[in-house]
């Protein structure tokens, strides 16, 4: 009988020589005459273990890992196909304690379902969600995502229901749905591990979208920077088109809805939502004024769903277990799971799904197991580049909206990005600034000229002398509060942040290098 | 309706780049929003978007060549000189910076002898920057031609250029 060995075909994994050991298992098992099946899953998140392959057995899967493909000789010797032992074993996969403390909703098939494979999605739930929004009215399903709390994963954490109750009450003969996935920000990867590890979650939870606001067409507007997840949605999209489950008549139930993938140009302030509306009509990816809500006036002028990857990925669940299970995860205003991402210089990065309500130091310390370096943490940046510089002594702050919005900082897209003490902050504070410099859309002079004089006085205070540099840091706090003030939207509106945390928190690395050689 | 394609009032183009635009607003031109879908196709076809390209493709989609320009000029990835055989995606956010991104950028910059934006003058490497390329768990990371390679440090990116020097 043949024997079931997954591979990712998760980028990450990819990029850590995954192909490599996929060609080397089958070649392998030609040769000493095994069966052996491949199946290239998406990754189950444990990246320091990547690739990590897995055996189908009898008591359910075992894993081996880091392998690479000079590994793969001596797994065979060791009968890996047969859970034998081996250096690289790992036990049975779901007993790995990061994977085994998680609550996993969104992720629940991501690393455990082949992405190309629809009957592997439908034979793990899938699908259930859309059978059950069939079979209800507009308004029920709205309510239903109310009921559950779900609020925009993208970053501004609003009721995704309030959003599409806007849009389903705003009359027109078409309207739309975008998912965001441009995924902007550094130190998060989750959107990228639901497209290419669970495609179909998407499409069904868009597609749950567009009855419920009655929208017979999405886009998906992704990153340029992510060829491999382009590829797993455009053979989704082909199979659930091919199965009836996009097209004309969604399951035969009479109502369209269409998907297209657009890519985008690389340009960061293209995950804005306005500014990815004036992407997809084919225009500079400026920031549009808001009122109207795209609710209302969206894509094309016509009213317009936008909602990120994950929180389309979640609406599935929602519809198929009921609003309460998944309200009942989470704290406060917070409510279901949010998927962490660890980044940066940790021991164990990757992905966490969690409900909300765990703190920063267990994610760190206990999943993270502490620096790659081993050297002392000095400084966390959550929710990307507009985020707030964490110093070690805010560790216990809780992962919820309300509680990070306390310290000053934000959950964004939930990207954790861990540096030991060689960070230079007054150097983390000048690329804050630069990158807004770069990445402004140019629409709003705070934002376009302001932070480009940021860059000026940071650099004006790292070179004066101690004098100077009190000077300058007056100049510089004023200029951050006049783009908190003045800018249009967050990339402006934010970037002050991290420089403002530096200042605050790390104050020492900014004394300049005429202070450091009169000392 | 099929209209005949009138370009005595464009200024002369190379064939093959007339021939690329060509193909590629025939086949996308009715998508709504088509610009952006175009200008991919147009890259892919000619590894970038000349300037000679702008004004075919203005005409093709009903837009003033200002408005194409300013597309093209707008977004990071598109660009408007060719690049060398090899392109080179470096990340430079902040999970690459906390594991060495700094220090490997330092390495290529000088064993290419090239700054960003720039290629070689055997026209083998073009080194481009990038903002994040979801590879944050494996940090530092780039993208050499479409590939992903995560955890890279200056010895790995030696070997890599030295194998694919012979
Ligand atoms: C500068 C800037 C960049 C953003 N980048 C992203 C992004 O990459 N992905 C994303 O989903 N949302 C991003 N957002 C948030 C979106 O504007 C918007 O809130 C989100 O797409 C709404 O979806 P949600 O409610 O499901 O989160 C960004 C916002 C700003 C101001
Ligand atoms: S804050 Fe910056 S990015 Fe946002 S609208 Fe103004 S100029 Fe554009
Ligand atoms: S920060 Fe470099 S890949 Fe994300």
Redesign the interface.
Known sequence: MSVTVYVPIDASALSLGAEAVAKAIATEATRRGCDVRIVRNGSRGMYWLEPLVEVETADGRVAYGPVQAADVPSLFDADFLHAGQHALALGPTESIPYLKRQQRLTFARVGIVDPRSLDDYRAHGGYRGLAKALRMGCIDIVQAVLDAGLRGRGGAAFPAGIKWKTCLDAPAEQKYIVCNADEGDSGTFSDRMIMEGDPFVLIEGMTIAGLAVAATRGYIYLRVEYPHAQRALLAAIAAAEAAGFLGDSVCGSGKAFHLEVRMAGGAYICGEETSLLESLEGKRGQVRFKPPLPAIEGLFGKPTVINNVVTLASVPIILDQGAGYYRDYGTGKSRGTLPIQLAGNLKRTGLVELAFGATLRELIDDFGGGTASGRPLRAVQVGGPLGAYIPPSRLDTPIDYEAFAAIGGMLGHGGVVVFDDTVDMAAQARYAMEFCAIESCGKCTPCRIGSTRGVEVIDRMLAGSANERERNEVLLRDLCQTMIDGSLCALGGMAPFPVLSALDHFHEDFAGAADQAAH | MKRAIDITVLPEIPENIRTAVLEVTTRLKAM??????V??GVQGALGYVPADAVPLIARE?NLSRA?VH??VS?????RQQPAGRHLI?LCR???????GAVTLEKHIRGRLAIDFHQTTADGAYTLEP??????????P?M?ID?D????MTPERFDAWLDAEAT
Do not use: I, T, W
């Open positions: 709504p929003g088509a610009l952006l879908p200008l991919h989609l408005d300013g597309v707008f977004y990071h990835f598109f995606y956010a902040e999970s690459c910076q906390a594991m990038v903002y994040c390329l979801g590879n944050c768990a494996c940090s990371a993208m479409g992903l390679k995560g955890r």
